[in-house]
Nanobody, 126 residues
Framework: QVQLIESGGGLVQAGGSLRLSCAAS????????VAWFRQAPGKEREFVAA????????NYADSVQGRFTISRDNTKNTMFLQMNSLKPEDTAVYYC???????????????????WGQGTQVTVSS
């Protein structure tokens, strides 16, 4: 079956950096749409970043544009989220997600993705 396993979360000071990894099995990330979402306590899960596989286009939420970078290592079948200039508002559980095909306009919707990791906690202190 498909498995997505996140790692790399932790506690960092505001302004610091962190890189999250998502190792995939059962699917090839190179031929899937892939994304990162996050969910803070008491809030809905929200879109962070995505790669649309057909055109390799990178997409970011306005809140992380210029600070976060999504990438993929096809050899290792692993996706990453490099997070720089972290803010306390970035504190959340971060989830990776993948889906073979969907309307490209729906990349930021949680229900566009069938496969999800279990999440990794990121905490940013002031």
């Amino acid at each position: 079956q498909v498995q997505l396993i996140e790692s790399g979360g932790g506690l960092v000071q505001a302004g610091g950096s962190l890189r999250l990894s998502c190792a995939a099995s059962g699917i090839t990330l190179m031929t899937n749409n892939v994304a990162w979402f996050r969910q803070a306590p008491g809030k809905e899960r929200e879109f962070v970043a995505a790669i649309t596989w057909s055109d390799e286009r990178l997409n970011y939420a306005d809140s992380v544009q210029g600070r976060f970078t999504i990438s993929r290592d096809n050899t290792k079948n692993t996706m990453f989220l490099q997070m720089n200039s972290l803010k306390p508002e970035d504190t959340a559980v971060y989830y990776c997600a993948a889906q073979y095909s969907f309307d490209y306009r729906a990349y930021a919707r949680t229900n566009s993705y069938d496969y999800w990791g279990q999440g990794t906690q990121v905490t940013v202190s002031s």
